[in-house]
């Protein structure tokens, strides 16, 4: 029993050194501190010619290396103008250093310095620049806001470097704060984007432009009544197929038919695009461009159409396309007579990634789960019937698809 115990206790004893010996390597590893490439690495020269081209919102600094071979990069240390210090820097097979995200046109001090692998900076080599204005102060200067239907539309005109910038909406919410209401990112020189989903009613609005190095600029405020539209009802939705329509499968084709086009049934997960596997197919021998025609079943004041795919940016999916309206009877004949141009839209692939399940980014997913949206000519008076336009499909191919189609508007004229 005395040798029991006794072996009991020598299994804690063991155990607490176990413990005791693991700890003090966690501890060891986390205290482990990584130094130079090298130590004592040889002295190196500084840069020379140093020449700073001005850019929005930065500069391109060039140089000259310094010989030696112990040059690990090149850093160069720019004053911001609250004083504090931002760094640069290019390894030692460049000659040039991109300073950008500067927050203002101003004068810039800056420092460059070869660095060796000991990370013993060489004596300086001090410049000034004035950058050119910056890409989000550009794009606030020319930043408009007015109502639009169903809520507001922001625009810029000036993003000439195409920077990557974000538009920031504010409004009162329904307990009176003033908060974030939505934002909108784009690299495009002249944006047009509208926040949506408002009440036709006098708010308070407010819209900034902050850019991906933190710049925010100054507000703009407006106080606006969002134009009234209204989701409209498919209930009444029918085909009206006319002569010169794209020819259809036929109706014992189940998973392809016109009635998918208005039955609310949807995709809006990439994941997932199919759903029931019901489109809209045409069936025709002729070349692209091709138009069907249906009946809304009343007339509208028309605002938007927001179009849902099917295919992801492949095979029969439509690309390119226009919408056309027509307010009365369309001329039995098939022709264009009395039809109205409402918009068009041609759909793209944000990051321009061939087709692949590899070669998808989370923009790209985004943009299609999202749909087409597409403003309408909204001066074309009331309109009942709809043509639409396949101008081109992704394959280059007969024939085009889509899934879904709905419209925003008004019954009050």
Same mark, same amino acid.
């Given at each position: ?7 009991? /206790? ?20 986390? +205290?482990?501190? !990584? ?24 500069? /391109? ?15 160069? +240390? ?26 203002? +046109? ?86 047009? !984007? ?26 703009? @405020?407006?106080? *606006? #009544?969002? *134009?009234? +539209? ?60 091709? &138009? ?14 927001? *179009? =849902? ?16 309206? !027509? ?17 068009? &839209?041609?759909? @793209?692939?944000?990051?321009? =990634?061939? @087709?692949?399940?590899?070669?998808? #980014? ?30 081109? /499909? ?18 009050? @004229?």
């Amino acid at each position: 029993m005395v040798g029991f115990k006794r072996l009991k /206790n020598m299994k804690k004893y063991l155990l607490y050194t176990l413990v005791i010996c693991l700890g003090w390597l966690v501890t060891a590893c986390n +205290e482990e501190k !990584h130094g130079p490439i090298e130590q004592d690495a040889e002295p190196i020269g500084p840069v020379s010619n140093v020449q700073i081209e001005p850019t929005p919102g930065g500069g /391109n600094i060039t140089y000259t290396l310094p010989i030696g071979k112990s040059l690990s990069h090149v850093l160069a +240390e720019v004053e911001m103008p609250d004083g504090q210090i931002k760094q640069f820097v290019s390894s030692q097979y460049t000659t040039t250093i991109i300073v950008e995200g500067l927050p203002k +046109e101003a004068t810039y001090k800056v420092n460059v310095y070869a660095v060796n692998r000991s990370n013993v900076k060489s004596p300086g080599i001090s410049s000034s620049f004035e950058c050119l204005k910056p890409p989000y102060m550009a794009a606030f200067e020319s930043l408009e806001i007015s109502p639009d239907f169903g809520g507001v539309k922001l625009k810029w005109f000036d993003n000439f470097s195409e920077a990557k910038l974000g538009v920031v909406l504010m409004a009162n919410d329904s307990l009176g704060d003033f908060v974030q209401y939505g934002s909108e990112y784009s690299t495009l020189k002249d944006l047009t !984007h509208s926040f949506r989903g408002m009440k036709s009613a006098e708010n308070h609005f407010g819209a900034f432009i902050k850019d991906r190095f933190g710049n925010v600029s100054d507000t703009i @405020f407006a106080d *606006l #009544t969002p *134009l009234f +539209e209204t989701l409209i009802s498919k209930a009444k939705f029918k085909e009206h197929t006319l002569p010169g329509d794209a020819a259809q499968y036929p109706a014992s084709e189940v998973s392809v038919g016109f009635r998918y086009i208005w039955d609310d049934v949807y995709s809006n997960n990439y994941a997932s695009p199919y759903m029931n596997y019901r489109s809209f197919i045409s069936n025709d021998t002729r070349p692209l461009p091709l &138009h069907i025609t249906f009946d809304l079943g009343a007339k509208y004041l028309l605002t938007r159409m927001r *179009l =849902n795919n099917y295919y992801q940016f492949q095979n029969r999916g439509v690309k390119k396309y226009e919408i056309w309206g !027509h307010a009365g009877t369309p001329p039995t004949d098939g022709s264009w007579d009395g039809w109205v141009k409402l918009g068009e &839209h041609e759909q @793209f692939k944000p990051s321009g =990634n061939p @087709f692949g399940p590899s070669n998808v #980014t989370e923009a790209d997913k985004r943009y299609w789960e999202t749909g087409d949206m597409v403003t309408l000519k909204d001066d074309a008076g009331p309109i009942r019937y709809i043509r639409f336009r396949a101008l081109s /499909n992704w394959s280059g191919t007969l024939n085009f698809n889509l899934m879904e189609l709905t419209f925003w508007g008004s019954d009050q @004229f």
